[in-house]
Structure formats: C-alpha cells, structure tokens
C-alpha cells in the first residue's frame, strides 16, 4: 500500500487567502483540498496518509527553515512517495512545491513530484533537480493534472524506467540518455529535411536555445565625464592566464587592471581562445583591446575616462545561461565601479 | 542577429580593431575612428536592436 504525503499551501489547504499566506507549517491527516482528488486516483495502490499545509509567504521567505519544518512534520509518517501542488502558475507556491520536493528527494529519498505552468518562474530554479508536470495556468484541469502526478509518482516508485518528457508530461529535465533508435542518424536527418521542404510538420531532436530579448539601456549621457570601460570575449588574459579562463566554454571571466598604462604591451598578454588564429592580436593587443586609441581619447577629453581594468572572458562555445550570468555579474562590477559605458570587442 | 543592442560592425574577426596592411599610424587612427563610433552610439537612443555601418 503507497503511503503518500502532500504538500500544499495555504489556499488549495483551505486555510484562506493572500490574508493566511503567513501560517507556518501544519500537518493534517484529514483529506483536504487535492488530497481527495490524489486518493481517487491511487484507489487501492495507496492513500495521502498525511496532508502539510504551508502558507506561501512564511515557505518563501524562510525556505531553508520552512523546509526543515516541512521534513520534521512528514518524518514520522514515513512515506513512500511526495506529492506537492500542483502549483500552477503561482510563483511562491512553485518555490515551496520544488524545494519541498527536492528536500523528500534527499532526505526521505522517496520519489516526489510537482506541477507548475511553463511561465512560473519556479520552473527554472527547479526542473534539473525534480519532476514537474505541465500543468495550465489555473485550477481548472486539476483532476488531469494529479491523474499525471500520481501515475508518474507510482511509476518512479515502482522503479520503472521514465520514457520522455512528452510520454510522462513531465518538463524535460535537462538530462541526456542513450536510445537505440530503429533508424540511422543519417536516415533521421533526411527525413525531417525532406519533411521540412515540403512544408510538413516535423520535430526536432534537439531543441533550439531561445535567445531572449534585453531592452537596450538609454543613451549615455555627458561622454565627456562618463567613466567608459573595455570589456572583451576574444580571450585576452596576463601571461599565465592567471584565473586560468577556460579557452572554450568558459564559465569564468578575468579583471586586469590597466591603470596608467598608455597601450597594451603584447609580451604581457596571451590569447586564450580557441577559435579564432590570434596572431594579430597577440602581436598588438590594442588590435582586440584599444587601450591606445581610450587612453587618447581621455587625455583629449573625449571621455571622462577610461576605467582602470579591462574585463575579459572566452567566447567560444559557451552556454547561454552561463554566460548570462558572467554577463550579470560583470554589469554589477561596473556598476559599483562607477563605469556608465562599456565598449565590448567580440571575435 | 542574437545579443548586443548597440552593433558596430569591426575589421575582420582575428583583429576587430586593427589591420595589419596599414602603416601602424594609420591602423591607430582607423582604429580611434571605430572606437568613436561606438561611443556615438553609446549616445544614441534606440528601441531595438540596431547595427551602426
């Protein structure tokens, strides 16, 4: 018999509203809210025996403490399987359901599942760690959504082998695994080229990164005393590459301070790059990196000056959220910097 | 096109902002005017993604 134990909040508990979002954790075994609707799809395989009730705001801003709470209250229940939500598209709630879910993973190391909408900011923080079905945006498909939850609970507990995300309605979780399929890569190929030249439906095996949009800060004003600051991706670092940047897929990024220097002197630089031939630029750094030309350009007034340090990464074959999150970081840097503009030199 | 707001099109790949086929003197100031133009563009408004010939 499938002993489980849901996690809810304040709302689908039946506790209030945004008013009741405080309420710190509480467990009942009485069949609240979703609860019903979880028995009647585990029918003879199992029953919720106790049902946590959180509110929104107390999980969300406590999280590590709410968590421990959460764990200590389902303890002593020792259940074979973790439901939380489905949270839909409620973003604290997705908070509570992902950690709360992650923490059973962990602690319990019993199977646990969630629910959330594709735009719930909640999705990202934790699809790679566990499963979360598609759900819509509201309440209303309840009954479908627990029917997923519950067969994919029952099938990770039954240690079944877990087919696709399409199959299990589950957001795809990031993960690689090796199939044999009855066609040739080749053949595969062909066949979806084919389909796609003659204007028919067909599916790709891989998905495309979608590159988002980022509005374009305001102009810079007062150029004469804006601080400006250079930033580069073709991989110029000090001799030794002393935070030793990865030459391709980089996840780190270097400050080299170029206080007083007039130019780039190329015997105290390398190229860490491995994809472009950069024998021009190790010859005149100032080719990838114009120290020179700024540094003129501040002694004439142009600008007010040129900031004391160069930041510098390797763009070649990285990953877009890495690099968002270098990018982020750099901005933060200048800012407190004091740098109003960058000039950003891309190979 | 993906990324930057604010696009100045460079020289050539393995040197944005240099030319070895000029003379040093000549390749700086080739190399001051490019700089130039992305600071004009720093300065200018927009509500897209733009490249700047």
């Known amino acids: 018999m499938i002993r489980a134990v849901l996690y809810l909040n304040q709302f689908f508990g039946g506790l209030g509203g945004e008013d009741k979002a405080d309420l710190p954790a509480r467990l009942t075994e009485e069949a609240v809210g979703p ?54 598209n409620a973003g604290r709630y997705a908070i ?56 994919l609970g029952t099938k990770l507990l039954g240690g079944e082998k877990i087919g696709s995300p399409a199959e299990n309605g589950y957001f795809s979780r990031g993960l690689l695994a090796n199939e044999v399929a009855s066609k040739i890569g080749a053949k595969r190929v062909v066949d979806m080229l084919l389909h796609k030249l003659r204007g028919e439906p ?20 007062n150029i004469r005393s804006a601080r400006i600051a250079l930033v580069t991706d073709g991989g110029l670092v000090p001799k030794g590459n002393p935070d030793k940047i990865e030459m391709a897929t980089a996840t780190r990024y ?42 003129e350009m501040e002694r004439e007034g142009e600008i007010g000056a040129l900031h004391d340090r160069f930041y510098s990464t390797t763009g070649l074959t990285c990953i877009v959220s890495v690099m968002t999150e270098l990018g982020k ?19 | 096109m993906v990324g930057s707001n604010r696009i100045v099109p ?34 200018a408004y927009l509500d897209e993604q733009k490249v700047f010939p």
């Open chain 1, 202 to 221: 067909f599916e790709s095996e891989v998905a495309r990164p979608a590159y988002d949009r980022v509005r374009p800060a305001p102009p810079l004003k």
């Open chain 2, 10 to 43: 460079a020289q050539k790949i393995v040197s944005p902002l240099g030319n070895p086929a000029l003379q040093p003197e000549d390749e700086k100031a080739m190399r001051k005017n490019l700089v130039r133009k992305a600071l004009e563009v720093l300065q």
């Open chain 1, 329 to 347: 970081k750099i901005a933060e840097n200048l800012k407190e910097e004091g740098v109003s503009g960058v000039i950003l030199t891309s190979t």
């Open chain 1, 35 to 88: 609860t019903k609707a979880f028995n009647a799809v585990l029918g003879d395989r199992g029953r919720v025996v106790a049902t946590v009730i959180c509110g929104d705001n107390y999980f969300a801003e406590n999280i590590e403490k709410a968590t421990r709470e959460v764990r200590d209250l389902i303890a002593p229940y020792k259940p074979d399987l973790l439901f939380a939500g489905p949270a839909f």
């Open chain 1, 96 to 151: 509570a359901c992902g950690a709360v879910c992650k923490m059973a993973q962990s602690e319990f190391h019993i199977p646990a599942v969630t629910g959330m909408y594709r735009e719930n900011p909640g999705l990202d923080l934790y699809r790679r760690d566990v499963y979360i079905i598609e759900t819509g945006d509201t309440a209303r498909f309840m009954a479908q959504v627990v029917g997923k939850m519950a067969a």
């Open chain 1, 254 to 295: 270097g400050r080299y301070d170029i206080t007083a220097k007039d130019t780039l002197d190329p015997s105290e630089y390398e190229v860490n790059h491995g994809g472009y031939d950069s024998v021009l630029v190790r010859q005149d750094p100032n080719r990838l990196v114009p120290v020179d030309v700024m540094r």
